[in-house]
């Protein structure tokens, strides 16, 4: 089957859809992960342009409770760092863990005073963000795919990140090149939804 039947077929299994579909549904059938990447990332521009994108997630009084720590090179360490602190775990080991991809991006929930919108909800923006930047770096040919971890929440975490509280983490998105191996492969197969559990009606 080649890469646009099998992303057909995807899609015919959804529901009826035109033969030309919308970019979006296109991008989002196709959308992968990628947990091994080339030493390339996205220039610090590129990823400016994908995320002043996100001004358009749906967000309950615009309030924008989330923020991105873009670590390239050396900055990457925190994050090792961080883990290994709060895991009492081997410094070095979770060192090269988080310097595995060229660039990290931790997704940082940032809470707002609001007496309308909880925290519940400014979460649920911060992780729509997440999820639309990992759409978009595969729309524009990166690989990502999103990591947490048992001390995502820790303090020694947050403290290596210069994240303070009420701000806490949601993971982090580990980004670069696809290696041309993966890139030539055909798009992941997906089990079908049960819509019959995923679409109900009253
Ligand atoms: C909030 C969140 C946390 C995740 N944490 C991890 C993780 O720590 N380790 C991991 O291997 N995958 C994690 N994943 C799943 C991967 O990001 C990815 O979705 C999974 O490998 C399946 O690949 P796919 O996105 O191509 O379907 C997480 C996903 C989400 C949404």
Known sequence: ????????????????????????????????????????????????????????????????????IELRGAARARLGEGIAAASGGDRDKQVAKAMRSPLVLVIVVSPRKSGKVPLWEQEAVASGVAHFLGL???????????????????????????????EYLLGWLYVGGIPDRDRDRRPKPRKPLDLSRHLTEL
Do not use: F, N, Y
Not at 15 to 26: F, M, Q, S
Not at 30 to 42: G, I, L, Q, V
């Open 1 to 68: 089957m080649s890469d646009d039947e099998c992303i057909q077929s995807a899609g015919a299994r959804i529901g009826r859809l035109p033969a030309e579909r919308p970019p979006a549904l296109e991008a989002l059938l196709r959308r992968r992960s990628h947990s091994k990447h080339t030493d390339d990332a996205p220039s610090r521009a590129e990823l400016e342009q994908l995320v002043a994108a996100m001004a358009s997630v749906a967000d309950h009084s615009r309030l924008r409770p989330w923020r991105i």
């Open 136 to 166: 978009l770096l595969h729309e524009a040919g990166w690989g990502s795919i999103w990591k947490t971890g048992a001390h995502t929440r820790s303090k020694a975490l947050r403290k290596a990140l210069g994240v303070r509280k009420p």
